[in-house]
């Protein structure tokens, strides 16, 4: 075999069945590899929208997502969304073609070294050699998915792909889980035992059907109230009693949220990754007067918080290892069920025409099982608080990064994957501009993905900030686009809506339609203001 058919057989093994890029002249030994492995290549109008689809397949198979990029611009294309793949915690496999070490020295159209431009936002970076490709795609592969997952570069030199290599397969045995042990799984047992006011924190670490399992098992073993981070949003069915729904970037779900954390007495964080909470979070808890247990994936290097006792190791093993045997009553007191009302009532839709109402009817209409993505930006806080999630990965976004320009390709990789399920879209207007023409990608795909995008021609959230520094308007408001007759001139359907009867229709003749909707959803700037 080629050099490049290992890496491709390898990531076969692994589950992987789609990449995605942009390729050049300096990839197509690679290109070919995959295809002749078995993996489909997705071309894409950008790397960067690329990426993101990668990760949503990885939502929905478990198997890393892979990214394809030329060498130099391809490759410097995408380092946004590697970067987000490293924050927000997603197993990528980035294979950049590169010239010969050789002709580098002589040449230099396009080169640079972009193992240094990939060091800083991966957990590891590589150069191929043939000799060992089978061992780099395997390390490549272990260092992506285990720990903490994020993404992992390997470099490809044109002559390396094609020349002869002979070894292949997985070279290890598979890690298993590591769970509390000593005299502190103990004391944890008896501090457990004895919670009257126990409190659910989960996050990303815990983000498996292993990890909901555990957390919803905890929940209902202690009587704990759960509270998620955006991302593990559905670790616990937010239909459950229990649900306290996400946290994360909402000043006004904080203002309910915090003062219920610092009534717990016993606080058990699961997989809680405080990458993607904003400042509000920082020390929300005393851990000399609290008792605060943390399970995480890596030791506590971000200092956001401390713990009473902390544990590294697989979240969703760990909490069954310390959970007492007889249930618990649960909360004392009402802070609890007052907590929860006040959420309802402050995320309710209200009668008024805005952004609220309109997600509350994309609920309403779309079938239960819907796979949502949300973009960066006033309606994706929101959204992250009204979006009820009743299974793990239902809503994925980037919450640790939080960058722009993601909702779209996310929602064409998921909808790649679970052709047979609907699947929306929620865009704010500028970032859906920033990747429309992944549009193309949909329709050549035949997906009949719902993209649902916020019109209201302003960057909003940074509109509502400038304003709340008693700023001069600029530089956040633009000129609107018929972003309906944008969605048609690309092959699908597209509409635009200015109230709540316009939205139902417009969501159900979606569910019909044999392609990809556009759904321009007409709103006022200021239509967030005290929404969040």
Same mark, same amino acid.
């Given at each position: 075999?080629?050099?490049?058919?290992?890496?491709?057989?390898?990531?076969?093994?692994?589950?992987?069945?789609?990449?995605?890029?942009?390729?050049?002249?300096?990839?197509?030994?690679?290109?070919?590899?995959?295809?002749?492995?078995?993996?489909?290549?997705?071309?894409?109008?950008? /790397?960067?929208?690329?990426?993101?689809?990668?990760?949503?397949?990885?939502?929905?198979?478990?198997?890393?997502?892979?990214?394809?990029?030329?060498?130099?611009?391809?490759?410097?294309?995408?380092?946004?969304?590697?970067?987000?793949?490293?924050?927000?915690?997603?197993?990528?496999? #980035?294979?950049?073609?590169?010239?010969?070490?050789?002709?580098?020295?002589?040449?230099?159209?396009?080169?640079?070294?972009?193992?240094?431009?990939?060091?800083?936002?991966?957990?590891?970076?590589?150069?191929?050699?043939?000799?060992?490709?089978?061992?780099?795609?395997?390390?490549?592969?272990?260092?992506?998915?285990?720990?903490?997952?994020?993404?992992?570069?390997?470099?490809?030199?044109?002559?390396?792909?094609?020349?002869?290599?002979?070894? /292949?397969?997985?070279?290890?045995?598979?890690?298993?889980?590591?769970?509390?042990?000593?005299?502190?799984?103990?004391?944890?047992?008896?501090?457990?035992?004895?919670?009257?006011?126990?409190?659910?924190?989960?996050?990303?670490?815990?983000?498996?059907?292993?990890?909901?399992?555990?957390?919803?098992?905890?929940?209902?073993?202690?009587?704990?109230?759960?509270?998620?981070?955006?991302?593990?949003?559905?670790?616990?069915?937010?239909?459950?009693?229990?649900?306290?729904?996400?946290?994360?970037?909402?000043?006004?779900?904080?203002?309910?949220?915090?003062?219920?954390?610092?009534?717990?007495?016993?606080?058990?964080?699961?997989?809680?990754?405080?990458?993607?909470?904003?400042?509000?979070?920082?020390?929300?808890?005393?851990?000399?007067?609290?008792?605060?247990?943390?399970?995480?994936?890596?030791?506590?290097?971000?200092?956001?918080?401390?713990?009473?006792?902390?544990?590294?190791?697989?979240?969703?093993?760990?909490?069954?290892?310390?959970?007492?045997?007889?249930?618990?009553?649960?909360?004392?007191?009402?802070?609890?069920?007052?907590?929860?009302?006040?959420?309802?009532?402050?995320?309710?839709?209200?009668?008024?025409?805005?952004?609220?109402?309109?997600?509350?009817?994309?609920?309403?209409?779309?079938? #239960?099982?819907?796979?949502?993505?949300?973009?960066? =930006?006033?309606?994706?806080?929101?959204?992250?608080?009204?979006?009820?999630?009743?299974?793990?990965?239902?809503?994925?976004?980037?919450?640790?990064?939080?960058?722009?320009?993601?909702?779209?390709?996310?929602?064409?990789?998921?909808?790649?994957?679970?052709?047979?399920?609907?699947?929306?879209?929620?865009?704010?207007?500028?970032?859906?501009?920033?990747?429309?023409? /992944?549009?193309?990608?949909?329709?050549?795909?035949?997906?009949?993905?719902?993209?649902?995008?916020?019109?209201?021609?302003?960057?909003?959230?940074?509109?509502?900030?400038?304003?709340?520094?008693?700023?001069?308007?600029?530089?956040?408001?633009?000129?609107?686009?018929?972003?309906?007759? #944008?969605?048609?001139?690309?092959? =699908?359907?597209?509409?635009?809506?200015?109230?709540?009867?316009?939205?139902?229709?417009?969501?159900?003749?979606?569910?019909?339609?044999?392609?990809?909707?556009?759904?321009?959803?007409?709103?006022?700037?200021?239509?967030?203001?005290?929404?969040?």
């Amino acid at each position: 075999m080629r050099a490049a058919d290992v890496i491709a057989k390898r990531l076969y093994e692994q589950g992987c069945r789609w990449a995605f890029g942009m390729p050049g002249g300096e990839v197509l030994t690679l290109l070919d590899a995959l295809d002749k492995a078995g993996i489909e290549f997705v071309l894409c109008r950008h /790397e960067n929208a690329a990426g993101f689809m990668a990760e949503a397949t990885y939502h929905r198979t478990g198997a890393p997502g892979i990214l394809l990029t030329t060498v130099g611009p391809g490759a410097l294309n995408c380092v946004n969304v590697v970067e987000n793949a490293r924050q927000d915690r997603v197993p990528m496999i #980035v294979l950049t073609g590169c010239v010969d070490p050789e002709t580098a020295q002589v040449y230099t159209h396009q080169v640079l070294d972009q193992r240094q431009v990939f060091q800083p936002v991966t957990k590891a970076s590589y150069t191929l050699s043939a000799g060992a490709a089978h061992v780099t795609i395997d390390k490549a592969i272990g260092i992506a998915t285990e720990g903490r997952p994020g993404p992992v570069h390997i470099d490809v030199p044109i002559s390396v792909a094609d020349a002869p290599a002979s070894g /292949e397969g997985v070279l290890r045995c598979p890690v298993g889980p590591m769970v509390p042990a000593g005299a502190d799984l103990d004391v944890v047992r008896g501090l457990l035992k004895h919670a009257r006011r126990p409190l659910i924190l989960a996050g990303v670490d815990a983000l498996s059907e292993a990890g909901a399992a555990a957390v919803q098992s905890a929940a209902e073993r202690l009587g704990a109230p759960v509270i998620t981070t955006y991302k593990a949003k559905g670790l616990l069915p937010e239909d459950h009693p229990l649900a306290l729904g996400g946290a994360g970037l909402s000043p006004m779900a904080d203002k309910i949220l915090l003062p219920l954390v610092e009534k717990a007495d016993v606080i058990l964080a699961i997989g809680y990754d405080p990458i993607e909470m904003r400042i509000g979070w920082q020390r929300p808890w005393d851990p000399e007067v609290q008792t605060v247990i943390d399970l995480t994936a890596e030791p506590n290097h971000h200092y956001m918080h401390q713990s009473t006792y902390s544990f590294i190791g697989d979240c969703a093993h760990s909490v069954l290892a310390i959970l007492p045997e007889t249930p618990l009553s649960g909360w004392e007191g009402a802070e609890f069920g007052e907590a929860k009302a006040a959420l309802k009532t402050l995320f309710s839709a209200g009668e008024e025409w805005g952004p609220a109402q309109a997600i509350e009817i994309c609920q309403e209409v779309l079938p #239960v099982d819907t796979l949502a993505t949300a973009d960066s =930006g006033a309606h994706r806080i929101l959204l992250s608080q009204m979006w009820t999630c009743r299974s793990p990965r239902a809503l994925t976004q980037s919450s640790g990064f939080c960058t722009m320009g993601c909702a779209v390709p996310l929602a064409i990789g998921t909808q790649l994957v679970e052709r047979d399920r609907t699947v929306v879209s929620f865009s704010g207007d500028a970032g859906f501009l920033m990747v429309v023409g /992944e549009l193309a990608t949909a329709a050549e795909q035949g997906l009949k993905t719902i993209f649902v995008v916020f019109d209201d021609a302003s960057l909003a959230l940074i509109e509502l900030k400038q304003r709340a520094r008693d700023m001069k308007n600029v530089g956040v408001d633009f000129k609107g686009t018929d972003l309906a007759a #944008v969605g048609r001139s690309f092959g =699908g359907e597209g509409v635009s809506v200015s109230d709540a009867d316009g939205l139902r229709a417009a969501l159900q003749s979606a569910l019909a339609a044999d392609t990809f909707t556009v759904i321009a959803v007409q709103i006022d700037r200021k239509a967030y203001d005290n929404a969040f």
